[in-house]
Structure formats: structure tokens, C-alpha cells
């Protein structure tokens, strides 16, 4: 209960933060050069990101509130409904923070906002098992006719499986990097909005079966899990390579703004392809040993049950 009072708390601090800081909308003027000011204080007036994450971490601490009071034995962990908050602030992060407002006028900065969205939220929110809070709040006819047939039909077992997650995460960065749809995303703020949304979605599809903490159509072992993400790393490494070693700035947005600080566009675009490649595969790397942990423990458990057989005898 701790737990969801101060998750409550900064809920109301966030909301105050938004009433009481200096706010503007995204897809204007290029912003001036940043000060730790802006960096801290500019937050994005749009509501949609703000409501969102509103009903996402309310709805998610009403349902743990009624579960831990309807089953205080079996309560909802407490580092899960931290996780969940957490990704949801990241997202918030991402698109209302000041790196929205910067990532028009650098690559850098929004290959960062791409990481957040993609490899940093997703995890995160994964982490958090809504789908699992989901079937323990609901009551059992919402469960029978309305959840379950849902998650056990065709077009969920289908997005939901690894063996579509997986490619799919990989050509999304592919086509959003190496498509005009990039410069279209920084001159159209609802194809920018729609990007976000497919790095999002995508990154939650690919995450999921890595974290595996709700039921899933087609559950991945944990050797599977690791040749998962690993496989994964040298396609994330292409996309920032490829920026890195383009012999000239590959967006015609950058190429065109008009500053008289901060790094070249061309410098900004090396810079942003080194971020992409190296962040990118160290938050892929950072999975691999949580991976391997958690199937060293399942090994234990299970070499513990078969010594209990053995010892009970026939």
C-alpha cells in the first residue's frame, strides 16, 4: 500500500508540474539553444500523451488496489506496479519532456526519444503484467466472454507470437530510419505522432515474449529467449551503422534547419547513428544476463523438484 500511495503522490506532483511549468506546443519554431532551464522546465501542452498516461497508471493502481484488498495473500508485487509506473513515466519522458522538443532539430536527440520508446518503455511496461491484473480484476463473465476469447483468437495469437514480434520490430526500424516516412514524421505532427506509435506497439510485441510475465500464444524458452535477443543486436547495429558511415545527412529536415549552435548536421547524423548502434544493442545486451539468471533459477527449481521425487520414493 506504500507503494500505490507514493506512486498516487507522483501522479499528483506530475499533474501539478504540468499546471505550473511554462508549456508550448511541439511542431512549431526550432526551439533556442538549450539551457539546463529548458532541459528541465519545457513540458509538451498536448494532452493526448498526458491523458493517457493518466488513465494507464490510474487504471493500473485502482485494479492492484482492489486485488491486494480482495486477496491480501496473494498480493500484486510491489517491484511489478514500480515497473509499470516506470514505463509509463518513460513514455511520458519520451514524448512531453524536452527531448520531444529538441528531436526536430537533432538526429541525436531523436534517436534517443526512438530508444526510450522501443527498448526502455516496452520492457518496462511488460514487466508490470497487465494482461495478467487484467484476468485477476475482471469478474469471471467479463473473463469468459470478453478476455480470454480475446486473447485466444487468431489475430492475437498471430501478432502476439514471437516469430512475428520479432520481424516485425526489425523492419519497423528499418522503414521508419530508411523511408521518407522520417521526414514526413518531422513535417507532419500526426505522422510523427504515428511513428511514436509503431515504435511503441512494436516494442511491446517484441518485448513481451523476452519478459514473459503474462500468458502468451507461443511461450519462448529461455534458450529461445536468448537467440531472440541476440539475433536481434546485429539488425539494430545495421540501422545505426548505416547513419553513421552515410556519407552525407540522409534527411533533407536536418539538412535545412537553420541553427548557429550545436553540431553540423552531419555530425549531428554521426552522432545520432553511434547512439542508435551503441545504446541500442547495450539495452538489447542488458537482457541477456536477466535471461540467463532467471534460467539458471528455473534449472534449480527443477533439479530440486526431481531430488524431492527421487526422495519420496515410489
Known sequence: MRTLRLASSGLAVVALTLL???????????PSEPTLAIALGWWSADPIPWLAAGVAAGAYLMAVRRINGRAP???????????WMLGVATVLLALTSSIDL????FLTV???QHLLLAMVAPPLLALGAPVTLLLRVASPNLRRTVILPTLHSRLVRVVASPFVAWPLFATSMFVTHFSPLYDAALADPVVHDAEHLVFLVTGILFWWPVVAADPIPQR???GGRFAYVVLQMPFNAAVGLIIYFAPSVLYEHYATVTRTWGPTAFTDQQIGGLVMWGAGDVLLLAAVPLIV?????EDVRRSARQDAVLRAGP
Open 20 to 30: 505550473t511549468t511554462k508549456v508550448v506546443f511541439a511542431h512549431g519554431a526550432l
Open 73 to 83: 495473500r496473494v498480493p500484486i508485487a510491489t517491484w511489478r506496479v514500480a515497473a
Open 102 to 105: 529538441y528531436a526536430e532539430s
Open 110 to 112: 531523436h534517436m534517443v
Open 220 to 222: 519462448l524458452g529461455y
Open 293 to 297: 539468471a532467471a534460467w539458471m533459477r
